[in-house]
């Protein structure tokens, strides 16, 4: 089965700072699958929230400081302009119909 | 507006059972694939079970293949996890949440219950 690695699994940070966080895929992902991933925030006490799907693609009604990309293994979650709400943990989720539902360990946001 | 309200979670022996449910409301069940997902107490989130809309299809994490049985009633817009011989390891918060495949055909979760809580101790 994929593992996906993220990294940092914490990061301190200040508002206005612009943080990055990276999900590897243990293996290889098919061309035609290498799209198929989101990423959550979870803010304490609360279910989690789709922010990006499609690796790119920003979720309705989320704010245009969040963006994702990917490049081969690795998928990155930007988020500009850090804002006081944002502190949370983020999770990528692999979305494709092999490795549907895996899950990350997370990376945490916190106030520096 | 969509919600998913679960229930049935509570403290529970080893080796014991407990049936959780998930209704749900504000959109057609029935044609989503719909999911539970844990978070053990402090950890990230682990995919437990899916199940394809009119029960197409079932998959299981291998943790609890054998053990969690995922079903649902349309009629009754309702989710349901039946969970027996549980162990320590299986105490989390659980989720349910609906699987939207309509954007690109991936697996992305965009509605979740609050989650309910299971602890198996004894």
């Known amino acids: 089965d994929i593992q996906m690695t993220q990294f940092p699994s914490s990061v301190s940070a200040s508002v206005g700072d612009r943080v990055t966080i990276t999900c590897r895929a243990s293996?290889?992902?098919?061309?035609?699958?290498?799209?198929?991933l989101a990423w959550y925030q979870q803010r304490p006490g609360k279910a989690p929230k789709l922010l990006i799907y499609?690796?790119?693609s920003l979720e309705s009604g989320v704010p245009s400081r969040f963006s994702g990309s990917a490049s081969g293994t690795d998928f990155t979650l930007t988020i500009n302009s850090l804002q006081p709400e944002d502190f949370a943990t983020y999770y990528c989720?692999?979305?494709?119909?092999?490795?549907?539902?895996?899950f990350g360990g997370g990376t945490k946001v916190e106030l520096k | 507006q969509v919600q998913l309200v679960e229930s049935g979670g509570g403290v529970v022996k080893p080796g014991g059972s407990l049936r959780l449910s998930c209704e749900v409301s504000?959109?057609?069940?029935?044609?989503?694939?719909m999911t539970w997902i844990r978070q053990a107490p402090g950890k990230g989130l682990e995919w437990v079970a899916y199940?394809?809309?009119?029960?197409?299809?079932?998959k299981y994490a291998d943790s609890v293949k054998g053990r969690l049985t995922i079903s649902r009633d349309d009629a009754k817009q309702s989710l349901y996890l039946q969970m027996n011989s549980l162990r320590a390891e299986d105490t989390a918060l659980y989720y349910c949440?609906?699987?939207?495949?309509?954007?690109?055909?991936?697996?992305?979760?965009?509605?979740w219950g609050q989650g309910i809580l299971v602890t198996v101790s004894s």
């Open positions: 949440g609906r699987i939207d495949r309509d954007r690109d055909s991936g697996y992305y979760v965009d509605y």
């Open positions: 504000g959109f057609t069940f029935r044609d989503y694939y």
């Open positions: 199940i394809g809309s009119r029960s197409s299809f079932l």
């Open positions: 293996q290889g992902i098919s061309q035609g699958l290498s799209d198929w």
């Open positions: 499609g690796a790119s």
């Open positions: 989720q692999l979305a494709n119909s092999f490795f549907p539902l895996t």
